[in-house]
T-cell receptor
Framework: AQKVTQAQTEISVVEKEDVTLDCVYE???????LFWYKQPPSGELVFLIR??????QNEISGRYSWNFQKSTSSFNFTITASQVVDSAVYFC???????????FGAGTRLTVKP | DGGITQSPKYLFRKEGQNVTLSCEQNLNHDAMYWYRQDPGQGLRLIYYSQIVNDFQKGDIAEGYSVSREKKESFPLTVTSAQKNPTAFYLCASEGQMNTEAFFGQGTRLTVV
């Protein structure tokens, strides 16, 4: 069975703080994809990153970085120097290769206060 | 601009009525999806379609129906058989499997 757990329901930080959103997954597959999406107040989900299970290199994109650790089945997301515009719900998701079955975590609501 | 459009944004339905949510995309994507979002539960897959005239049930298809007569359109009907239809519904499309999915802005359905 595939499962994604985002244990942090809500996080509140003050602008310019760093914040890490946790994501732990379960799968019996040896190959799979992991995703992060952002859901701003407008409602649509916005794609942030896709990671193939073969690629354990960490990735940095501006203030965003992702730490993928296969040994602990985690794919954590860090925002450095957070900004008010980062306030949103963030979803981690797991997808089987060549399969439409994508599993989402429950989401973490991040609030960045000025 | 290319994108995915859901309408209406808000929808109210009386108990016992069927209601149809619209989803249109002009991205030329083959795959389209419907998800339901409830507080604290993330997104759950209702139906998906990989190609015109074909669709598959997701985890929570009971009480819902879909059609895919055109590549651009994937409407979702919430039937009276759906016991707890009040939720936020998201439509998505995908060009190639396991790549970036594009989402609409959602429809918030409330049963009154």
């Amino acid at each position: 069975a595939q499962k994604v757990t985002q244990a942090q329901t809500e996080i509140s930080v003050v602008e310019k703080e760093d914040v890490t959103l946790d994501c732990v997954y379960e799968t019996r597959d040896t190959t799979y994809y992991l995703f992060w999406y952002k859901q701003p107040p407008s409602g649509e989900l916005v794609f942030l990153i896709r990671r193939n299970s073969f690629d354990e290199q960490n990735e940095i994109s501006g203030r965003y970085s992702w730490n993928f650790q296969k040994s602990t089945s985690s794919f954590n997301f860090t925002i450095t120097a957070s900004q008010v515009v980062d306030s949103a719900v963030y979803f981690c998701a797991l997808s089987r290769i060549n399969n439409n079955d994508m599993r989402f975590g429950a989401g973490t609501r991040l609030t960045v206060k000025p | 601009d290319g994108g995915i459009t859901q309408s209406p944004k808000y929808l109210f339905r009386k108990e016992g009525q069927n209601v149809t949510l619209s989803c249109e995309q002009n991205l030329n994507h083959d795959a389209m999806y419907w998800y339901r979002q409830d507080p604290g539960q993330g997104l759950r897959l209702i139906y998906y379609s990989q190609i015109v005239n074909d669709f598959q049930k997701g985890d929570i298809a009971e009480g819902y129906s879909v059609s895919r007569e055109k590549k651009e359109s994937f409407p979702l009907t919430v039937t009276s058989a759906q016991k707890n239809p009040t939720a936020f519904y998201l439509c998505a499309s995908e060009g190639q499997m396991n790549t970036e999915a594009f989402f609409g802005q959602g429809t918030r359905l409330t049963v009154v």
